[in-house]
């Protein structure tokens, strides 16, 4: 089955630098990439996601690249603001409705943004 | 946009009883259902995947006989912890995926529920 692995597990910037946190997948047959943001006792909220036939995809701060060869994703926030702080998660997901086509999570990295 | 809400948002129940938590999908009907745990600072565990109208499929190491999944509907998913004991005690998050999606569809996720046993 698929494995998630991510870095850092804890990362603190000043407001206005950027964020950077990197995610491993295992399963080849994964082609569905999310970001979820994550408050103290919230659910996770997707914040982007990209396909595998994608490289790159921004939202105003927030970006995605995906490198499939290498099996690698990152999630990179510019210009980070107090509320930017919160945990991050990656996951992956192959395609199709079988039981296999599960969303797995990273371990999540709690990101602080100091003033 | 696709709403999933469960119920209750938290629990507090004495060992050895058990609790039923709802996952429902409001505004859409979702063949698929995701049942996951999170402990404190913690990742999101997936425990099963649920499909209506069939039994639910576990992950490796988690009980079937503990906690008792049932989709009877395409809108609703339970989760029932049998025999709760304190180390049960956790952030239970649910997730339903839109029926009429294409392979690449979003998973919508609840709004958890926090179980303590006492």
């Known amino acids: 089955g698929e494995n998630v692995e991510q870095h850092p597990s804890t990362l603190s910037v000043q407001e206005g630098d950027s964020a950077v946190i990197k995610c491993t997948y295992s399963d080849s047959a994964s082609n569905y990439f999310p970001w979820y943001k994550q408050e103290l006792g919230k659910r996770p909220q997707l914040i982007i996601d990209i396909r595998s036939n994608v490289g790159e995809k921004k939202d105003q701060r927030i970006a995605v690249t995906l490198n499939k060869t290498a099996k690698h994703f990152s999630l990179h926030i510019t210009e980070t603001q107090p509320e930017d702080s919160a945990v991050y998660f990656c996951?992956?997901?192959?395609?199709?409705?079988?039981?296999?086509?599960?969303?797995?999570f990273g371990s999540g990295t709690r990101l602080s943004i100091r003033p | 946009g696709a709403v999933v809400s469960q119920h209750p948002s938290w629990v507090i129940c004495k060992s050895g009883t058990s609790v039923k938590i709802e996952c429902r999908s409001l505004d859409f009907q979702a063949t698929t259902m995701f049942w996951y745990r999170q402990f404190p600072k913690q990742s999101l565990m997936l425990m099963a995947t649920?499909?209506?109208?069939?039994?639910?499929?576990?992950e490796q190491g988690v009980e079937k006989d503990k906690f008792l999944i049932n989709h009877a509907s395409l809108t609703l998913s339970t989760l029932t912890v049998t025999s709760a004991h304190p180390e049960d005690s956790s952030f239970y998050i649910c997730s339903a995926r839109d029926f009429q999606g294409n392979s690449y569809n979003e998973q919508f996720f609840g709004p958890g529920t926090r179980l303590t046993v006492l």
């Open positions: 649920s499909n209506e109208g069939s039994k639910a499929t576990y």
């Open positions: 996951a992956a997901r192959p395609t199709g409705y079988s039981s296999a086509s599960k969303i797995i």
